[in-house]
């Protein structure tokens, strides 16, 4: 398969990889749609015709911002979050695409807690549907701690 943009075919190239194990809890159809897709070297095509445009959140600040307004429309009475990164240690350290962590600290008497969200740098070049998925799943953990 041929991809004109190296950075796209990157993030395609890697969701195909992965592709089973994120969907793991789907119906079986879908599972065995997406197998037959990767087998036949498919599911990048149909990926890059269903979402052909990359998002433009391109740095930290930026990728806050947008975390910060789905967190102020969706879920404003959530705790607060304090930084929202791209992480390129994420996807190789981790084994995930997106990451949620909870600091608490004590400052004289008083517990101090801040809510930051790392997100793999592979979705800096991706569509903006994709990178809305993981920045909403890692928001959810704002109202469920325990969430998968």
Do not use: W
């Amino acid at each position: 398969m041929i991809i004109n943009n190296k950075k796209r075919g990157r993030f395609i190239l890697q969701v195909n990889a992965v592709v089973l194990k994120y969907i793991s809890h789907y119906p079986e159809r879908i599972k065995e749609q997406a197998k037959r897709m990767i087998d036949d070297n498919k599911l990048a095509d149909y990926l890059l015709r269903k979402y052909p445009d990359k998002h433009s959140i391109a740095s930290d600040k930026m990728l806050y911002e947008y975390a910060l307004g789905i967190k102020n429309r969706y879920l404003k009475n959530s705790t607060q979050l304090s930084k929202a990164i791209y992480d390129s240690k994420t996807c190789d350290v981790h084994a995930a695409l997106g990451l949620h962590t909870l600091a608490i600290r004590v400052q004289g008497g008083k517990l101090k807690s801040k809510n930051e969200i790392r997100v793999a740098t592979v979705f800096k070049n991706c569509p903006e549907e994709f990178l809305r998925m993981i920045v909403v799943h890692e928001l959810s953990h704002l109202k469920e701690k325990e969430h998968v």
